[in-house]
C-alpha cells in the first residue's frame, strides 16, 4: 500500500511565502513524475507544477516566477516553495505521483494525497 501525506499549508499573508512538502511511502519501487494541483471553491481542480524522475519542470503560467517544485528521490519526497503568494493561490493543494511499486510494474500507478489547505488573506 502506498501512500502520500503533505504537509505545510496554512495562512500567510499576501506576499508571503509556504513551503509544502509530500513524502511517498509504501511499498515503493521507483517513483516516475510528481506533482502539485489545486483546488479553489467552486472551481476545477488544476494543475500547479510537475517535475520528473531527472527533475525537469514545469508550470503553470500563474505560478511561473513564483513557485519552485523540487523533489528529494531519497526521501521519496516533493516540496513546492511558493513564495510572493496571492490571495487567488488560496486553495487545497494536493500533490501526486506515478510509482512503479514492483520492478515487475508494466506501467506506474498515480497516486493522491489528502491535501493541504493553503489560505492568502490579510
Known amino acids: 500500500q502506498v501512500q502520500l501525506v503533505e504537509s505545510g499549508g496554512g495562512l500567510v499573508q499576501p506576499g508571503g511565502s509556504l513551503r509544502l512538502s509530500c513524502a511517498a511511502s509504501?511499498?515503493?519501487?521507483?517513483?516516475?513524475?510528481m506533482g502539485w494541483s489545486r483546488q479553489a471553491p467552486g472551481k476545477q481542480r488544476e494543475l500547479v507544477a510537475v517535475?520528473?524522475?531527472?527533475?525537469?519542470?514545469t508550470y503553470a503560467d500563474s505560478v511561473k516566477g513564483r513557485f519552485t517544485i523540487s523533489r528529494d528521490n531519497a526521501k521519496n519526497t516533493v516540496y513546492l516553495q511558493m513564495n510572493s503568494l496571492k490571495p487567488e493561490d488560496t486553495a487545497v493543494y494536493y500533490c501526486?505521483?506515478?510509482?512503479?511499486?514492483?520492478?515487475?510494474?508494466?506501467?506506474?500507478?498515480?497516486?493522491w494525497g489528502q491535501g493541504t489547505q493553503v489560505t492568502v488573506s490579510s
Open positions: 501526486n505521483a506515478d510509482i512503479l511499486v514492483t520492478p515487475y510494474s508494466a506501467i506506474p500507478t498515480n497516486y
Open positions: 509504501g511499498s515503493i519501487f521507483s517513483i516516475n513524475v
Open positions: 517535475i520528473t524522475s531527472s527533475s525537469s519542470t
